[in-house]
């Protein structure tokens, strides 16, 4: 059965614009895959309040993965940031997750 609304989001959509431009296969196109994948793999576990300052490249992609706690009913507030002067696009994702198994 073929996947309704694909792709679903920016992330999705960026990726999907790769493949059809043939640069998946690329080296940039495998660099940015990666880098994709990499928050998902290994995210940073932080406590609130957090606050993160960094330079990215437009160069070399690059992702960040952040875990913290958060219960029923509290509000989470993510605030991003973007100086720029190039078309760098940045992919912001929240996802819930069930599973309390990093112990926080």
């Known amino acids: 059965m073929p996947e ?9 959509a960026y990726q999907y614009a790769l493949q ?3 640069l998946i296969g690329t080296a940039l196109g495998q660099e940015w895959l990666t880098a994709a ?12 309040p957090f606050r993160k300052t960094f330079i990215m490249s437009n160069i070399r ?8 706690a958060a219960h029923r009913g509290q ?8 100086v720029s002067d190039d078309t760098t696009r940045l992919f912001i994702d929240l ?6 198994s ?3």
């Open 20 to 22: 059809e431009a043939g």
């Open 75 to 82: 509000a989470v507030l993510v605030d991003v940031i973007h």
């Open 37 to 48: 994948k990499g928050p998902f793999n290994e995210p940073l576990v932080v406590k609130k």
């Open 95 to 100: 996802f819930r997750v069930e599973s309390d």
């Open 102 to 104: 990093l112990g926080i």
């Open 61 to 68: 992609p690059d992702a960040h993965g952040y875990r913290f």
């Open 4 to 12: 309704q609304f694909y792709p679903r989001n920016d992330h999705e």
